[in-house]
């Protein structure tokens, strides 16, 4: 079993920056593919980014392309997501996944396992 915690969401103006964190327990990640997912108030969960088991790939939604970077420490245990050139469409809960296998597709449905989110929040 395999537990996730995010941490490091907020309030911020746009034009600004976060960094989120998921910190692993239960189980080593080095062997899963993790993603970022985020969901808005009446919307579907959506992938945001994913990094594959070694960090030597990943995936970033178009939306988020050339401003988000998702990065990973096995070491750590734990996964981080860097949030640059927010902006107020970027408001959302942000959701830490991983699945069992070595490179994840862009679908809620193929992820395990499941942080609680954390509350992203951009102002204009």
């Known amino acids: 079993q395999v537990q996730l915690v995010e941490s490091g969401g907020g309030l911020v103006q746009a034009g600004g920056s976060l960094r989120l964190s998921c910190a692993a327990s239960?189980?080593?990640?080095?062997?899963?593919?993790m993603g970022w997912f985020r969901q808005a108030p009446g919307q579907e969960r959506d992938v945001v980014a994913i990094?594959?088991?070694?960090?030597?790939?990943?995936y970033y939604a178009d939306s988020v392309k050339g401003r988000f970077t998702i990065s990973r420490d096995n070491a750590k245990n734990t996964v981080y997501l860097q949030m640059n050139s927010l902006k107020p469409e970027d408001t959302a809960v942000y959701y830490c996944?991983?699945?069992?296998?070595?490179?994840?597709?862009?679908?809620?449905?193929?992820?395990?396992?499941w942080g609680q989110g954390t509350q992203v929040t951009v102002s204009s």
């Open positions: 990094i594959s088991w070694n960090g030597g790939s990943t």
């Open positions: 239960g189980r080593t990640l080095s062997s899963y593919a």
């Open positions: 996944a991983a699945t069992g296998q070595r490179w994840g597709p862009a679908r809620v449905e193929s992820y395990d396992y």
